[in-house]
């Protein structure tokens, strides 16, 4: 049977560099009620300031990124579709973004004219936010009731742990390890700290203590951003066999005057200069695809932050991208998920 489809879900990304298309980028990304999740007056409001300075803002950082393609995470995630594509004996295999193009309405109809009976969905964050993975899949389900679409879907889980995703991660961190180095920095995509209060099912345990996350139960890791990037992170030093020493974690991108999950990328970039770090690497497992805010935001601007503040060099480590124990894994996966 070839009636089992796959369907790859990303973030996106503007369809151009234009002041423009990165305004309607950030407005349609910025007004997910899932992204900024305040009343919908609010939320307007509080937007519409920020689109006043951002686009044009973050049309220049995406100029130093961009590739002649298109956008780093767009171009990368169309290299991971096709090695999946090779992999997955099921059935079609399409991609689809979660704000601007390929969308993820045009993958779905694509997946229905195959005549697929089941998708496997598989949000791309291996770590579990409703400001990535919730509307992902809500986004999907609209679509399949929109087009009465006649087919299943089975969501892909976090798969913050998952042996063969940190496998991957350490074959493809592998040559960058193997360089001489002082520190490294594991630098996790950043949320504001009230969507993990929002969460925390016990109502008393999220950021009540400085070690909560290390002490998570099963029940509050289930929906703790945080507390799985730490496993990822821990699983990943574990099989990489650093030493405690060695590595760090930071949480990046704070936008907005809210309070986020600390410690802060910026800050970290500062203290590890201070206390002597020349040679810092930097990689980012919240991402499996680099993007903006690992091209532009680290290796271009925490660089140069790394070295005002005394450091030598910082290195980023790219991405999973199209690494082929990636998409193996990543194919594993949805096997499971397909077969559940
Ligand atoms: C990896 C998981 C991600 C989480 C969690 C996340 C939450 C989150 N992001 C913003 C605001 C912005 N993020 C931006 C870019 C961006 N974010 C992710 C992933 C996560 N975001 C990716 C993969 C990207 C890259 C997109 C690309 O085209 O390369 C941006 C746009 C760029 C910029 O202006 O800096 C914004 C804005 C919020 C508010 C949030 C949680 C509430
Ligand atoms: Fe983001
Ligand atoms: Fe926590």
């Known amino acids: 049977m070839h009636d089992q489809g796959l369907l790859l879900v990303n973030l996106g990304s503007p369809l151009s560099t234009e002041v423009a298309d990165v305004r309607q980028y950030l407005n349609q990304f910025l007004m997910d009620p899932h992204v900024v999740d305040l009343p919908w007056p609010l939320r307007?409001?509080?937007?519409?300031?920020?689109?006043?300075?951002r686009p044009a803002e973050s049309a220049e950082a995406y100029k130093l990124v961009w590739q002649p393609e298109g956008s780093?995470?767009?171009?990368?995630?169309e290299r991971l579709r096709d090695?999946?594509?090779k992999l997955w004996s099921h059935g079609p295999v399409e991609l689809g973004m979660r704000y601007a193009q390929p969308s993820i309405e045009s993958a779905l109809l694509r997946l229905a004219e195959q005549n697929v009976k089941s998708v496997v969905l598989a949000p791309l964050y291996p770590q579990f936010a409703e400001s990535t993975t919730t509307?992902?899949?809500?986004?999907?389900?609209?679509?399949?009731?929109?087009?009465?679409?006649?087919l299943e879907l089975r969501t892909l889980p976090a798969?913050?742990?998952?042996?063969?995703?940190?496998?991957?991660?350490?074959?493809?961190a592998r040559p960058d390890l193997e360089q001489d180095f002082?520190?490294?920095?594991?630098?996790?995509?950043g949320l504001p700290e009230r969507h993990l209060t929002k969460l925390d099912p016990t109502g008393n345990h999220c950021l009540q203590s400085a070690d909560c996350c290390q002490t998570a139960s099963d029940e509050v890791l289930a929906g703790c951003y945080r507390a799985q990037c730490l496993r990822t992170a821990e699983r990943f030093?574990?099989?990489?066999?650093?030493?405690?020493?060695?590595?760090?974690?930071?949480?990046?991108?704070?936008?907005?005057?809210?309070?986020?999950?600390?410690?802060y990328t910026e800050e970290q970039l500062e203290e590890l200069a201070g206390q002597g770090v020349?040679?810092?690497?930097?990689?980012?497992?919240?991402?499996?695809?680099?993007?903006?805010?690992?091209?532009?935001?680290?290796?271009?601007?925490?660089?140069?932050?790394?070295?005002?503040a005394g450091g030598e060099d910082l290195h980023l480590i790219p991405c999973l991208n199209d690494h082929p124990e990636w998409a193996a894994a990543l194919v594993r996966l949805c096997e499971a998920r397909r077969s559940s």
């Open 237 to 263: 030093a574990s099989a990489a066999q650093l030493q405690p020493q060695q590595w760090s974690v930071s949480f990046q991108s704070r936008l907005g005057r809210a309070k986020w999950i600390e410690p």
């Open 83 to 85: 090695e999946v594509r």
């Open 44 to 53: 307007r409001l509080l937007v519409s300031l920020i689109l006043l300075r």
């Open 278 to 308: 020349k040679k810092l690497l930097v990689m980012s497992p919240a991402f499996v695809a680099d993007c903006i805010e690992t091209l532009e935001e680290l290796a271009i601007r925490g660089r140069e932050q790394f070295i005002a």
């Open 159 to 172: 798969f913050y742990e998952d042996e063969s995703y940190i496998h991957a991660l350490v074959a493809s």
């Open 72 to 77: 780093p995470l767009v171009v990368i995630s």
């Open 135 to 150: 509307t992902a899949i809500e986004e999907a389900e609209r679509i399949v009731n929109k087009h009465k679409l006649t």
């Open 182 to 189: 002082d520190h490294l920095l594991l630098s996790f995509h």
